[in-house]
């Protein structure tokens, strides 16, 4: 069956240092690829996607994250976090009518 | 930028009452959804209109219904609420054909007492 796991539930980081948030998918073929961003009180925001070609894909705020086939995982990685990365990140993945989810990562970012 | 807009933002309300969240996409797609977000942030899928025509209705209770009246707009009404309903409803657009991305509305956060 297709499925999206992201395997923490939560993560806790320092300020500046580097972040890896995990995704892994189970599709036959290689699905579209994506990460969403869901800060308190607000809706989900695409951080980036992946369809083809170069493995890392570069989004919006430094995030990016890197496909790989054999592993079958998308993870997010960040060089330096901010306290604003406080958040909830979903991954989710589409190959045909609708997207599937993660079950998110609640990131926290301490002084 | 705000281009999928929700109302209201949140709303309280008593078992079996009926209530109605609007969701409106000023981007031009083809394709809405509503999604259930639970207390530990999962989502869940509900329904999905295409051309105003429903293309994935993931068995939820009767007592929900998407409307919809073009394919900038679909509403959600929930006849009779049950406490378990209580969440966050999202609302979702996206072209079809195109990128499969999706834009999010803020949200209706629903609370039944």
């Known amino acids: 069956a297709q499925s999206v796991t992201q395997p923490d539930a939560r993560v806790t980081v320092s300020e500046g240092a580097s972040l890896q948030l995990r995704c892994k998918y189970s599709?036959?073929?290689?699905?579209?690829l994506f990460w969403y961003v869901q800060y308190q009180r607000q809706g989900l925001q695409l951080l980036l996607k992946y369809y083809s070609g170069d493995p890392v894909v570069q989004g919006v705020n430094g995030f990016e994250a890197e496909f790989s086939k054999s592993d079958s995982s998308f993870h997010l990685r960040k060089a330096s976090v901010h306290w604003s990365d406080s958040a909830v990140y979903f991954c989710?993945?589409?190959?045909?009518?609708?997207?599937?989810f993660g079950t998110g990562t609640k990131l926290q970012v301490v002084p | 930028e705000t281009a999928v807009f929700q109302t209201p933002n949140y709303h309280v309300t008593q078992v079996g009452n009926e209530v109605s969240f609007n969701c409106k996409q000023t981007l031009g797609h083809d394709t809405m959804y509503w999604y259930k977000q639970d207390s530990k942030k999962l989502l869940k899928i509900m329904f999905s209109?295409?051309?105003?025509?429903?293309?994935v209705n993931e068995t939820v209770p009767r007592r929900f219904s998407p409307q919809s009246s073009d394919k900038a707009h679909l509403n959600l009404r929930i006849k009779s609420v049950e406490p378990e309903d209580s969440a966050v409803y999202l609302c979702a657009s996206r072209n079809w054909g195109g990128a499969r991305e999706q834009y999010f509305g803020p949200g209706t956060r629903l609370t039944v007492l």
């Open positions: 989710a993945a589409n190959s045909g009518t609708y997207q599937r």
């Open positions: 599709y036959s073929g290689t699905p579209y």
């Open positions: 209109y295409n051309n105003k025509q429903l293309i």
